[in-house]
């Protein structure tokens, strides 16, 4: 079973920075993508970063310019960071990886169990 393990939360002032780090039990390369999502209180999990096994990024458009996705594959390790945070970044963020699993596209998604950002204005 592979985990997921957060760390890098805690509480930030607004326009301050912040590195999340997502820790994975097994190779990373083998993920077809990685990913940093996010719920706030009261509201839905949303998607805030991508980065897929060939690199390519993709990032919401309330983070982009100020969140950066990045992946080490030598750690096995995925980090998200932010800069310039702002109140509304404050959220529960989680970790997801997806691995497709045959050639009809089947695919196995794991999640971490989250760290908290909570951003002060």
């Known amino acids: 079973q592979v985990q997921l393990v957060e760390s890098g939360g805690g509480l930030v002032q607004a326009g301050g920075s912040l590195r999340l780090s997502c820790a994975a039990s097994?190779?990373?390369?083998?993920?077809?993508?990685m990913d940093w999502y996010r719920q706030a209180p009261g509201k839905q999990r949303e998607l805030v970063a991508t980065?897929?096994?060939?690199?390519?990024?993709n990032y919401a458009d309330t983070v982009k310019g100020r969140f950066t996705i990045s992946r080490d594959n030598a750690k096995n390790t995925v980090y998200l960071q932010m800069e310039n945070v702002k109140p509304e970044d404050t959220a529960v963020y989680y970790c997801?990886?997806?691995?497709?699993?045959?050639?009809?596209?089947?695919?196995?998604?794991?999640w971490g169990e989250g760290t908290l950002v909570t951003v002060s204005s």
């Open positions: 980065v897929r096994s060939g690199g390519s990024t």
């Open positions: 997801h990886a997806l691995r497709t699993v045959n050639v009809e596209g089947a695919s196995i998604d794991y």
């Open positions: 097994r190779r990373i390369s083998g993920f077809d993508r």
